[in-house]
């Protein structure tokens, strides 16, 4: 939905529109699993609690819910949240 509705879904996954460097995604779901399956229930969900407080990070550092209505602003907000998603996704 994002790409269908963004004109910003060129932007690289990993990029940052103010030079803020995007954790890079450790594939956390791999190691989950595997710790599940050990039955490491408490590092599993550190693993996932660590991608969510990457994302909260990225968020609250870009701040794209005070960007203002102008073109530059709006592309970069859907840049931003674009990027957000992608890093959710994989």
């Not at 790409?3 to 989950?32: F, I, L, M, Y």
């Not at 595997?34 to 039955?39: G, R």
């Not at 490491?40 to 005070?66: C, G, M, N, Q």
């Amino acid at each position: 939905m994002i790409e269908k509705n963004s004109a910003a879904r060129s932007q690289a996954c990993g990029a940052s529109t103010t030079g803020h460097a995007w954790p890079r995604r450790r594939k956390p779901d791999r190691a989950v699993l595997e710790l599940y399956d050990n039955l490491a229930f408490s590092r599993a969900l550190e693993e996932i609690w660590s991608v969510i407080a990457a994302t909260d990070k990225y968020l609250t550092t870009e701040h794209p819910w005070s960007l203002g209505e102008s073109d530059a602003d709006q592309q970069r907000r859907a840049t931003i949240l674009w990027t957000t998603a992608k890093f959710c996704e994989s």
